[in-house]
């Protein structure tokens, strides 16, 4: 096994120099979500910031209009399968780094997305696809740097 002691100093460096990157981002992470966050389950806007933890979100207000998803090495899933149909459709703007989103909708909802960045979105074939902005029911915003995005139905 070895040692703290017994590395090479620079690799003791490198390794301390990390671990205080980790740190510096993870308080970061937990200052920006104390000061952005905003609404609960039952809101018709919802924010979360969010790095290095995992979170859920089941929202169950039928007049939800807006989710945000800041993550940064964060994972998260927002279930909108407790959501009726809205009227107006509902828009996720999804902003992640080295993050990964899950989003559950029930099966008869149309989604439609823009996707910007490294990465990808993916879908597990059962949502209805749409092509016309102002006729979805999901409207998906994305911004990714290394990150992904899933979009499935409830039992995805």
Do not use: C, Y
């Amino acid at each position: 096994m070895t040692t703290w002691r017994r590395l090479p100093p620079g690799v003791r460096r490198a390794l301390a120099g990390w671990l205080a990157v980790q740190a510096l981002v993870a308080a970061g992470g937990r200052l920006m979500a104390w000061w952005k966050n905003e609404g609960d389950e039952s809101s018709t806007s919802i924010r979360r910031v969010l790095t290095h933890h995992g979170l859920e979100l089941r929202p169950t207000n039928p007049a939800l209009a807006r989710v945000r998803m800041d993550l940064a090495m964060a994972g998260a899933e927002v279930d909108l399968t407790g959501v009726q149909r809205p009227k107006g459709g509902i828009d996720l703007t999804a902003r992640l780094l080295m993050g990964g989103l899950q989003v559950r909708v029930p099966a008869d909802w149309r989604v439609w997305w823009e996707f910007h960045g490294i990465g990808g979105i993916d879908t597990d074939g059962g949502i209805q696809r749409t092509h016309d902005e102002h006729a979805a029911d999901l409207r998906v915003h994305a911004g990714v740097v290394f990150g992904g995005i899933g979009i499935g139905g409830p039992q995805s």
